[in-house]
C-alpha cells in the first residue's frame, strides 16, 4: 500500500533502526478506505504496545501523508496457525490526534495564539503520566537529585529555583522532570505545569515570528506556574530564541513561578548561549544525573519484565545489567526486544537470544575489564610495579601511572569513587575525583596524551 510506505519513510527518520526493525517492520497494512485505515499486527501484546509507545507518531504520519484524520483499525492475530482466519480487529483507543499533534504533522508548528490565559480544565502540560517517581528507581547515581526533584513537587517555586538537571543521554533527566510535572498536578490540579523540549520551543518562537504572534507567544509562556524546558543546549546559537526565552525566565522568576531546564552538560559549557542566560541557570541548584550503577540496572530490569510479563532468568538479568551499563532507555529497549521476539517467534528468553539482542546494542568488551586488569596493563606500560603505583610517591611518572589508573577504573568498571581510592593506596574519594578530572583534562588538549590512552586501552581490550 502506497500510503504505507510513505508512512514508513517518515517513520524511520523519527525512530531507531532497533524499534523500527522489531515494532514496524512487521506490520502489515490491510486497507485504507473511508477514512479507516486497518493495519495487521502479530499479538496482542504488539498492538498494546504501539498504542503505548507510538500511537501518536502514527496518528501523525498518517495526517501528513494523507492530509486528514483518518481511524486506525489493528488485525491482531490471535492464531499464529491460520493467518487468514485466526484473528481478531480492535480500533485503536488513542485520542483523536490534538491541534498541537496536527500543527506537528503538517510541518506549522505553530505558536500558542490563545488571547486568553486557559482554565485548568483546558490545559494540555504534555506531560507523560507513565513516567513518575515510583517507576524512578533510586540510586547512588540519582539518589540526591530525585530527593530534591520530590521536594520541588511538593513546593514547586519556593526552593531550588531554577532548577537545572544535567547528565549524559539516556540517564532519566526527561523521565525526572515528567515525574516533577506528574507529582505538581497530582497534588494541586489547578497548577498549569508544561513540559516542552527546547526544539518546539524554537519551532514554535520561529513560527510566532513569521505570523507576527511574538507577544502572544510570550503572553501564553509567561501564564504558566511550571515551566520544564527539556535540552536546553539545543537553543546554543539562536539568539532570538534565547531572548525570549530570556524574558520568559525573567517574568516567571520574579513572580515565584517554578522553572526547570535539562541539558548533557553544565550551562557555562554550553557553548552558544548567552552569557546573561548562563548567568540566570546558576542562580538556582544545578544537580547531575550519573550513569546507573549496576544495583539500579538490575531493579530497572527487574521491574520492566514484571511490567511485561515476561519470564526471565536471574542470570540472564545478571548479563544484561552487567553488559549495558550507560543508558536506561538501552536496558528498557533490551528488554522491550526480547518480549518482541519471544512472542512474534514463539520462543523462550534464554541466554543465546539475549546475547544476540544485547550484541546489537552494546560492545561488551568492557565489562570484561576488572579494577586488577587496569593495573596490571597501565603499570606495564609505563614500567612502574604496581606498589609503586599504591605507595605515596610524588614523582611525575608515578603520579602520572596512578591517576591513569583511577580514571580507568571509573570509566571501564562500576566502583565509586571511594572504593576506587581504597584499592589504589587508600585514596580518598578527592582524591580519585581529581586524578579523573585532571586526566580528562589532559585527554581535551594534548594530542600525544591522547595517543598514549588509546594505545592503553587496546591494551585493555585484548
Known sequence: MNEWNKCLEIIRDNVTDNAFSTWFTPIIPLKYESNDFTIQVPSQFFYEYLEEKYA???????????????????????????????????????????????????????????LYQPSALDWHPNLNNRLCFHNFFEGPSNKLARSIAKKIAQEPGKDFNPCFIYGNSGVGKTHLCHAIGNKIMELDPQKKVLYISAHLFEVQFTDARKKNTHNEFVHFYQGVDVLILDDIHELAGKEKTQQAYFHIFNHLKLIGKQLILTADRIPIEIQGLEERLISRLKWGLTLELQKPDLELRKKILQNKVKQDGLNISEEIIDFIAGNVTDHVRDLEGIITSLVAHSLVYNREVDMELAKRIVGKTVKMKKQQITLEKIQDVVSNYFKIDINEIHSKSRKREIVQARQVTMFLSKKYTDHSYSHIGNLVGKRDHATVLHACKTIQDNLDIDKGFRLTMKDIEALLMN
Open 56 to 114: 501518536d507518531l502514527i496518528y501523525q504520519t498518517l495526517l501528513r501523508v494523507t492530509g486528514k484524520e483518518v481511524t486506525l483499525n489493528y488485525r491482531i492475530i490471535v492464531d499464529h496457525s491460520n493467518r487468514n482466519n485466526g484473528h481478531t480487529t480492535l480500533q485503536s483507543e488513542h485520542p483523536a490526534v490534538s491541534n498541537e499533534s496536527q500543527r506537528i504533522a503538517k510541518g506549522l508548528n505553530e505558536a500558542p495564539n490563545d
